[in-house]
């Protein structure tokens, strides 16, 4: 957690030093003393304050008027009043005015740390909960990452080893093959793990609204800024940012965000103050960075910048049992997330899935096992309970070379290739028992017409040449 940044209006010079004193155990706050209520307005103008400790005796003229000034200027700054002529009336008013405690002096040092801690408390948890309602229901995939495959095997040995270290890291791979995933496994294992881990989709944000998502801004700045806004990047401080689908940043906001790397300052749309972060950058990106950079439509030193270490993500079709593996693991866990008892995947839905080229990958992948744990009669997902776009995709798919040797294949592969074999020879003699009579056939097999249509369509097995 970053320090807080604590202004102080107080005249008398005793009290502001026993003010800082007391605060002093809030993790070395960076104080302001203000000497006069428009040298405080100013500050709060200028700067980013988590709490301000305001002494009413020092405002001239109507104590009030002050008050209402420093909302006008942020209305959702935490605020403790002091007075040394306190009153009921006094308290009410302050309270209305947003004041978060308000206390009588002489103030005890205990009674003001216990105040500053719980106002700074309650905004940490303000700051927190406004992340998490920009972020809700973001789909981000499943949440464990599952894969035996070399290239897997290769992803995960790199998160291990780059996990611990502060370097900026940038995941490649097509849409849908969990990049999230990994920035997120990237900071749980790091030392800043207890930080937060910030996601922002730089595709899903208008071009117009992207620096101040990013930077923030200050109450004015622009038409629409009633008030002042964190942006991401302060929200990240001592955290992760992840910045996904980085391809899609426009030029100029590449040229501030590069500056930024560089310096690890910010300052807000509107704002003159720099403020300090410290986020380790973790960017992804489905599209070809070398192309875009040839084209001139991302910044060389931008690219070099962030692809410090560079983990490439397979495609789901390039996983090989991966895919089997994925599938039993959805399977039953969203089978009991669903209230479903699935216990497995038949062989013949096992073979489609396979197959199939996946071009939304393991997302994709998601979706069709959700759909089909809905539509399941009973424990075993089957075939009937895949989309029929993708059984028949599946059946024009690449089918798998029937020389290469077992030892070199997988379980799940060689058992494809077997089952394949199996469904084209029970075929042929099954149609040609019944003379390519669909219905009779699918009766005898105990399978619906559609499906057996489909299994036909698979294996390029026509009826009319059984007649």
């Given at each position: ?212 998502e990013f930077y923030g801004h200050e109450k004015g700045s622009f038409t629409g800024a009633d ?241």
């Amino acid at each position: 957690m970053k320090k807080p940044h604590i202004l102080i209006l107080e005249p008398a010079f005793a009290a502001k030093r026993q003010y800082q004193q007391a605060l002093n155990s809030l993790g070395t706050p960076e104080f302001v003393l203000a000497e006069s209520p428009d040298a405080a307005l100013e500050s709060i103008r200028g700067g980013a304050f988590d709490l301000a400790i305001v002494n009413l005796d020092a405002a001239a003229g109507d104590d009030f008027a002050f008050l209402k000034d420093l909302r006008s200027v942020d209305a959702e700054l935490p605020l403790i009043v002091t007075t040394s002529r306190p009153t009921i009336a006094s308290a009410t008013a302050a309270m209305r005015l947003g004041a978060g405690d308000y206390l009588a002096q002489p103030i005890e040092g205990p009674a003001l740390l216990a105040a500053a801690e719980r106002l700074l408390s309650g905004r940490r948890i303000e700051a927190e909960y406004e992340l998490l309602r920009r972020q809700v229901e973001r789909p981000y995939g499943f949440d464990d990452m599952i894969g035996g495959s070399p290239a897997m095997r290769k992803v995960f040995q790199t998160i291990e080893q780059v996990a611990g270290s502060d370097v900026d890291v940038l995941v490649v791979g097509e849409t849908g093959t969990g990049k999230e995933l990994i920035a997120r496994s990237i900071h749980r294992r790091s030392r800043r793990s207890e930080g937060p881990f910030v996601p922002v989709d730089c595709g899903a944000i208008p071009e117009k609204l992207l620096e101040s998502e990013f930077y923030g801004h200050e109450k004015g700045s622009f038409t629409g800024a009633d008030s002042r806004r964190i942006g991401l990047l302060e929200f990240a401080d001592r955290g992760t940012f992840f910045l996904d689908e980085l391809g899609e940043l426009p030029l100029l906001l590449q040229a501030k965000l590069l500056r930024t790397l560089q310096e690890r300052k910010i300052r807000r749309v509107g704002g003159r103050e720099e403020i300090d972060i410290d986020v380790r950058i973790v960017a992804a990106t489905a599209r070809n960075l070398d192309e875009m950079i040839r084209q001139g439509t991302f910044r060389q030193d931008l690219f070099y910048r962030i692809n410090v270490v560079r983990i490439d993500l397979p495609p789901l079709r390039e996983r090989g049992d991966d895919i089997g593996l994925l599938a039993e693991y959805m399977a039953q866990r969203y089978g009991r997330e669903m209230g479903r008892e699935i216990k497995s995947i038949t062989p013949e839905a096992y073979q489609v899935l396979k197959l199939f080229r996946w071009p939304g990958n393991v997302r994709e992948l998601q979706n069709v096992i959700r759909r089909a744990i809905a539509l399941a009669q009973g424990p075993l997902i089957t075939l009937d309970d895949l989309p029929g776009e993708v059984v028949e995709a599946a059946g024009e798919g690449p089918q798998s070379g029937e020389g290469t040797p077992a030892g070199d294949v997988g379980y799940f592969e060689l058992r494809d290739r077997q089952l394949a074999s199996f469904e084209k020879q029970y075929l042929s003699e099954l149609l040609a028992r019944h003379q390519g009579d669909v219905r009779t056939a699918a009766f005898e097999a105990k399978l619906p017409r559609g499906t057996l249509y489909r299994l036909m369509k698979k294996h390029e097995l026509d009826g009319d040449r059984f007649r």
